[in-house]
């Protein structure tokens, strides 16, 4: 009979052996679920995971939705270390948007004709400031009320979600836009990195977020203060390690972060505010934090895969007529296959005789 | 008069999906586990029961069908939380996300299709009454159904002694190990009976409230039904009590647009999110309240034998 069987130390080689194999079932799975709809499970798999990487183009849109990811991930990531549970980052995603869009809208109305040079740092400012405002709200209510901030950070999402709504449909909304719900198409955006494709200079904001998170988290003394905390609450508090601040500092960070990313995807690909600026980029961040081992470099890894993902369910659709919702599926069971692995990190399986 | 008779109604039926997810979850909690996947479950269940309910026709086949797909997807949350001891929040999340997946999937086509035969529901004779009648006694049999729920289950956990092993359990898994109780298979009955609540839920969503099936039609439910077992201090008659009352703020938006109020309706549709936001500040704010009635062991993993 098998059994599970603690280990006296956790497993370095589990802990990065195990995405890989939950990888490896979710195709495994993926491939069946295209047996079973009829599909060819090869060609099903091709278009999912190799036509995103195919041509130039389809590897600067990659980018651009990495960028994003990158961005939400961060922060999630420093959260989920420190056990602070913030899965709102769609929200805070939406207020960065939403104060980004905002600003832009105004700028085109006053018609200042700024450089798109000049607005990237307003923009970045803007979305930070969005974002972390939006975090607040649930930093403030759980460290004066303690209210659970899993609920109140998800509460939030729905709320920012129409306020969006509310912006784009009355009065923000484009008054010569044939009564569509957006606004104005902005006069400027974000620069681009490379002429004719749509990825922008947020991805270089993105690395070099990557490498300051890291460095945060790994070589300063605040960023292990944060950690104590969350592996060890008890020994965080004998040492005098502050939960407040670490509640603060963790939701402010990845509420700017994903604020960041809400601002450049609307500032940039979009170009202008509707209902759907987000594609569920600050849930799917969730994941990729996991599948990144909760590490800025791991997450930049897990963006990329998930974002063909991303990719790989819009081809799905175009090409194979399956719907793009088996992205989001996909998505689940490859959580749910990463989770089940990582018990190996702390346990081994024994095979043992019955007695 | 009768408007105020109709908006009583509405309630009870807005207020009875919450209480359905609540109740289950309250059966989770109570054995110490908690599942941030009620919205994922709510989601299968609500496609999972709006197609058994258009390829059969009938009802009852679909909150059967729900209740299976809910608590089969709480036993698969189950199966990775008890035996392999996965962190219950990522897994909860991870069949939350799922659960948004999968029924976006399956219920591609069923988007745009209505269910045939609805039927008028009222409690013989009582229903007859004016004001009354249409009040409380012309709801669909699932609303009466969930009033008695959250009476067995009260009645169940306070007044039986499986209730008071189950919440022995739940309070402090190592003793009831001890004392020869199979916890982690009473961990995972209870998960799935909490699982098929949800799917309970779910259903009536969209099989009786809706009744159709739109992507991410429960709209948040699942999470203010984990809302609301925190409301009730895991307390079953409270739970309703809740649900009602959130039920009545998901119904005040319309009355209120109905009274021509000017309000925005995007700010009215907050209204239950905020609420959640407002119920949990309040009854948060006193530490103690909470932790003298919440289960010890509520979200902590268990070991059998260390």
Redesign the interface.
């Known amino acids: 009979m098998l059994q599970?069987e603690?280990r006296a130390e956790a497993s370095a080689f589990w802990r990065y052996a195990s995405p890989v194999v939950a990888l490896g079932i979710t195709l495994a799975l993926s491939a069946l679920l295209f047996v079973a709809l009829g599909k060819d499970p090869v060609r099903g798999l091709q278009i999912f995971l190799l036509e995103p990487w195919n041509g130039t183009r389809a590897i600067t849109e990659l980018a651009l939705k990495s960028t994003a990811l990158t961005l939400c991930a961060l922060g999630l990531a420093l959260c989920f270390r420190s056990n602070v549970?913030n899965?709102g980052a769609e929200g805070q995603f939406l207020a960065g948007g939403i104060a980004a869009g905002g600003l832009a809208m105004w700028l085109t109305m006053q018609k200042t004709g700024i450089s798109n040079w000049a607005f990237f740092p307003l923009a970045t400012l803007a979305g930070a400031l969005g974002g972390a405002i939006w975090a607040s709200i649930t930093a403030a209510?759980k460290d004066?009320?303690?209210?659970?901030e899993?609920?109140?950070s998800?509460?939030?999402v729905?709320?920012a979600n129409?306020?969006l709504?509310?912006l784009v449909?009355?009065p923000w909304k484009d008054p010569k836009g044939f009564n569509f719900p957006q606004t104005v198409t902005f006069d400027m955006a974000i620069p681009r990195l490379l002429s004719g494709f749509r990825v922008h200079w947020g991805a270089v904001v993105a690395v070099v977020a990557v490498v300051m998170m890291w460095v945060f988290m790994s070589r300063t003394f605040k960023g292990y203060q944060l950690q104590v905390g969350g592996q060890a609450a008890a020994a965080s508090r004998y040492a005098g390690f502050s939960a407040r601040s670490t509640l603060w500092t963790c939701l402010l960070t990845s509420g700017a972060f994903a604020g960041i990313a809400g601002a450049y995807e609307v500032t940039g690909p979009i170009g202008q505010l509707t209902p759907f600026v987000s594609v569920g980029y600050g849930?799917t961040a969730?994941?990729v934090a996991?599948v990144g081992r909760l590490h800025p470099v791991g997450c930049v890894a897990a963006s990329v895969l998930l974002s063909t993902f991303l990719i790989g369910g819009q081809l799905a659709q175009s090409r194979i007529g399956l719907?793009a919702?088996?992205?989001?599926?996909?998505?689940?069971?490859l959580?749910?296959s990463l989770?089940?692995c990582?018990?190996l990190i702390n346990?081994r399986i024994r095979l043992k005789a019955k007695p | 008069m009768n408007e105020i008779a109709l908006l009583i109604a509405a309630t009870l039926s807005s207020g009875t999906p919450l209480a359905l997810a609540g109740l289950g979850l309250l059966i989770n909690e109570k054995v110490g586990v908690v599942n941030l996947g009620a919205e994922g479950m709510m989601l299968i269940a609500a496609v999972v029961g709006f197609a058994a309910a258009f390829h059969s026709g009938s009802p009852t086949v679909a909150f059967a069908a729900a209740a299976a797909a809910g608590a089969l997807s709480a036993g698969l949350f189950g199966a990775l939380v008890i035996w392999l001891n996965t962190n219950q929040y990522a897994t909860g999340l991870a069949v939350s996300l799922f659960g948004g997946g999968f029924s976006a999937f399956v219920g591609v086509e069923y988007i745009g299709k209505t269910l045939e035969g609805r039927s008028m529901h009222s409690v013989p004779l009582l229903g007859d009454l004016p004001f009354v009648g249409p009040a409380l006694f012309q709801q669909h049999p699932m609303v009466y159904l969930t009033m008695l729920f959250a009476l067995a289950i009260g009645l169940f956990f306070n007044r039986t002694r499986t209730g008071l092993v189950l919440r022995s359990v739940g309070e402090n898994p190592e003793s009831a190990h001890a004392l020869g109780y199979p916890v982690r298979w009473l961990r995972l009955l209870c998960v799935m009976a909490g699982g098929a609540l949800c799917g309970l839920g779910g259903a009536y969503i969209s099989v009786v409230y809706a009744p159709l099936w739109a992507e991410g039609m429960i709209a948040g439910r699942g999470w203010i039904a984990l809302a609301l077992t925190v409301f009730a201090t895991w307390r079953a008659a409270r739970l309703l009590l809740g649900a009602y009352l959130f039920g009545g703020v998901t119904m005040l938006q319309l009355a209120l647009q109905g009274a021509g109020v000017d309000v925005p309706s995007q700010f009215m549709s907050m209204l239950p999110y905020l609420a959640t936001i407002v119920v949990l500040v309040l009854i948060s704010s006193n530490p103690q309240w909470i932790r003298l009635n919440m289960p010890s062991s509520l979200g902590k993993p268990f070991y059998p034998g260390r």
């Open positions: 599970l603690a549970w899965i209510l004066r009320f303690n209210a659970n899993i609920l109140v998800l509460m939030l729905y709320v129409l306020l709504s509310y449909f009355g849930f969730i994941i996991f719907p919702a088996l992205t989001g599926l996909f998505q689940g069971i959580l749910f989770l089940a990582d018990t346990h």
